[in-house]
């Protein structure tokens, strides 16, 4: 049996927690969205202003995986929640309990933080996600409908503000 350890990042794991980014993006058939630089995350992880929050996953001492979240709120609870981003954990990892180690901590920070529920999005032909997170519990969402405005678009609305 592996040794499961979970820790919080640090500046010196930007490199890692890129190469675990791409490593997603690969899988999830996503990689020419998979822009982001070391400084990106340097600045946004670990700058004077963190947007987001990153733990590592690891088994018998070797990074496996990690989780990015950040808080979100909701309006209807009053209460603050956590937002996962992304969770990877390495294919040769998997089914080791490392995810559910992972997840197992957001819920206990949500926990400890006074959050009301810890949300995220999940591709809808990602059949081995789907099923680990039905097996821990988890429910869509199938009435909402998610939407984004990035590049052009998000520039151009956040133009009509000034």
Not at 16 to 21: A, E, G, H, K, M
Not at 81 to 87: A, S, T
Not at 120 to 132: C, H, Q, R, T
């Amino acid at each position: 049996m592996s040794r499961i350890q979970l820790r919080n990042a640090t500046p010196d794991d930007v490199s890692l927690i890129l190469s675990l980014i791409h490593e997603l993006a690969v899988y999830e058939k996503l990689s020419d969205q998979a822009v982001a630089t070391p400084e990106d995350l340097t600045t946004n992880l670990f700058g004077p202003r963190p947007f987001a929050e990153v733990l590592i996953g690891e088994l018998d001492g070797e990074p496996q995986g990690f989780a990015l979240f950040f808080p979100n709120f909701s309006t209807f609870l009053g209460k603050p929640g956590i937002y996962l981003e992304d969770l990877y954990v390495r294919e040769h990892a998997r089914s080791s309990g490392l995810g559910k180690a992972l997840l197992a901590r957001l819920a206990q920070l949500a926990v400890q933080r006074g959050c009301g529920r810890l949300e995220w999005s999940v591709l809808d032909w990602n059949e081995p996600a789907l099923g680990f997170y039905r097996r821990l519990g988890a429910r869509p969402q199938d009435d909402w409908t998610t939407y984004r405005l990035s590049g052009a678009a998000l520039a151009e609305l956040g133009k009509q503000a000034e």
